[in-house]
């Protein structure tokens, strides 16, 4: 029972982050894969309003069906893995969090890598066009069927190796930071700043996340990026990571930070409050516990709840 109900609460916690966060990652992608000898965009702000102003706010949530159903499915899977890890590790420490954070980062790369495959195909798609002429992908379905179709099985898992990196060490780090502070700020189900107090330890915990990861994020996109023109210009991982230093200095891996800590804030207050709450009234209502801090290894998230981020982080 209690795997289902992590996994029920990834799910809502998981659909209301994507909402919240998608317009940030639309932002986040165009600036880390801009040209810098053509660059389209000065800045975060400047992104947003020439996104806005040249294709709409249709245009912030381009490629939003590929997390809308991945992001839910991987903070499922993200809450229900590590509630599950806690239960089996057996002990609610620091350490048992990160590690159990961690598998579930791992665990989940397997979804993620194609679905922000896909997502960013979409989202670089009818780039600074109010209405795409010519749509190379209908959606984000179509959009992995014909990468599977043109590069086979490794083309669809484009990015996995960077994905892996990025997220295992990543949820290890944003269950760990949640957890430590819930316990800091002493959460309980009857203080008035309770929702805030969930929402603060959310954020918190999805920025150091994203700070802790983020140069490998940016390699990933350039990686799943890659080909979009019709070309492609890196032969693998070490290749990027040479030609990116090589014509835009260390900078290129802070590029899109800022529009990535401005989404990773409210969405993972939004994922991490939503899962937190919805625990505490099921297990209410089933006699259970209610305290909204970390507490006992049968609980992911009242011990301790994407991810999300997902999402990922």
């Known amino acids: 029972m209690d795997f289902t ?10 659909a ?20 810098v000898d053509r660059p389209l965009y000065r800045g975060t702000y400047h992104c947003f309003q020439s996104i806005v102003r040249q294709e709409s706010m249709t245009g912030l949530y381009k490629g939003i069906g590929s997390p809308m159903m991945g992001l839910t499915f991987i903070n499922a899977i993200v809450f229900g893995v590590q509630g599950n890890a806690m239960r089996r590790l ?41 209405k795409s002429k010519q749509k190379l992908y209908k959606n984000s379905l179509d959009c992995l069927v014909r990468i599977y179709r043109k ?19 990543g949820f290890g780090i944003y269950f760990l930071t949640y957890d430590v502070l819930t316990r800091h700020l002493g959460c309980e189900p009857d203080d008035p700043y ?14 150091a996340s994203w700070i802790s990861t983020y140069p490998v994020d940016v ?31 260390w900078r290129v891996f802070t590029r899109g930070l800022t529009s990535t800590l401005l989404r ?8 991490f409050a939503t899962v937190t709450l919805f625990l505490m009234y099921m297990r209410n209502d089933e006699g259970g516990i209610t305290d909204c801090e970390p507490l006992p290894a049968h609980s992911s998230l009242t011990a301790s709840p994407q991810q999300a981020q997902p999402s990922s982080l």
């Open 5 to 14: 109900l992590d996994f029920a609460a990834g799910c809502i916690g998981g």
């Open 16 to 35: 209301a982050g994507v909402l919240v966060g998608h317009p940030f990652d639309t932002v986040k992608v165009r600036l880390q894969v801009q040209s």
């Open 90 to 130: 057996g002990h609610d420490t620091p350490l048992n969090q990160f590690l159990a954070g961690a598998s579930a980062g791992a665990l989940q790369s397997v979804i993620c890598c194609p679905m922000e495959l896909a997502k960013t195909r979409m989202q670089l798609q009818g780039l600074g066009e109010r």
């Open 151 to 169: 590069e086979g099985f490794c083309g669809i898992n484009r990015g996995m190796v960077t994905t892996l990196v990025r997220e295992t060490p």
């Open 194 to 207: 309770m929702i805030l107090k969930l929402l603060f330890a959310g954020g918190m915990s999805g920025i």
């Open 219 to 249: 390699i990933k996109s350039r990686l799943q990026a890659d080909g979009v023109g019709g070309h492609n210009k890196y032969n693998g991982i070490a290749d990027c990571m040479r030609q990116s230093m090589k014509r835009e200095g």
């Open 264 to 271: 990773a804030f409210p969405v993972n207050a939004t994922t």
